[in-house]
T-cell receptor, first 115, second 110 residues
Framework: NAGVTQTPKFQVLKTGQSMTLQCAQDMNHEYMSWYRQDPGMGLRLIHYSVGAGITDQGEVPNGYNVSRSTTEDFPLRLLSAAPSQTSVYFC??????????????FGPGTRLTVL | SQELEQSPQSLIVQEGKNLTINCTSSKTLYGLYWYKQKYGEGLIFLMMLQKGGEEKSHEKITAKLDEKKQQSSLHITASQPSHAGIYLCGAVTSGSRLTFGEGTQLTVNP
């Protein structure tokens, strides 16, 4: 199993550009999520999905869109990038949404810089 | 997250020394995860604690959960350079959300 994969690993954007961060998992997990990691802020939840066709907002959803057309894929879209979105983005998946006894598997991350 | 505080923020130790990282919650803890992160890699699951007083070990890493203190500690015995990285705690306090601490950067000098 490849686990959770993310592409690209690095990306530089100009303010106002759009892009999609890709995330895929091959573990047949129902729950997938996107986090951003910033210095001094820890990991913050952006959006999550409990299954194909179902998504919801996390703690910091503004400026990001998601969709879940298949169980495997959960892309994160930045419609108009801003310097405040410079961060490291992690995708994670787990068997269910229940937080206990339910290890989340993380991808390697995407380092995004917005100029 | 102010809801979850880790200490210290960074730690530099000599190889072979023991060390402890703490994770303190401002809310009731129902469960606590410990993850390790290396640069350019995702988070690697270390262990999960759920019951008060629970203690788990994996190789030279031991974690404990003190429900009364709303705190968990991660202890590394006889540290090695391979232990270097960022250690993050993730707390289950209420609802269905997992809240992460800011992380502790560990450097182990040979």
């Amino acid at each position: 199993n490849a686990g959770v994969t993310q592409t690209p690993k690095f990306q530089v954007l100009k303010t106002g550009q759009s892009m999609t961060l890709q995330c895929a998992q091959d573990m047949n997990h129902e729950y997938m999520s996107w986090y951003r990691q910033d210095p001094g802020m820890g990991l913050r939840l952006i959006h999550y999905s409990v299954g194909a066709g179902i998504t919801d907002q996390g703690e910091v959803p503004n400026g990001y869109n998601v969709s879940r057309s298949t169980t495997e894929d959960f892309p994160l879209r930045l419609l108009s990038a801003a310097p405040s979105q410079t961060s490291v983005y992690f995708c994670a998946s787990s068997y269910s949404m229940k937080p206990l006894n339910n290890e989340q598997f993380f991808g390697p991350g995407t380092r995004l810089t917005v100029l | 997250s102010q809801e979850l505080e880790q200490s210290p923020q960074s730690l530099i130790v000599q190889e072979g020394k023991n060390l402890t990282i703490n994770c303190t919650s401002s809310k009731t803890l129902y469960g606590l995860y410990w993850y390790k992160q290396k640069y350019g890699e995702g988070l690697i699951f270390l262990m999960m604690l759920q019951k008060g007083g629970e203690e788990k070990s994996h190789e030279k890493i031991t974690a404990k959960l003190d429900e009364k203190k709303q705190q968990s500690s991660l202890h590394i015995t006889a540290s090695q350079p391979s232990h270097a990285g960022i250690y993050l705690c993730g707390a289950v306090t209420s609802g269905s959300r997992l809240t992460f601490g800011e992380g502790t950067q560990l450097t182990v000098n040979p």
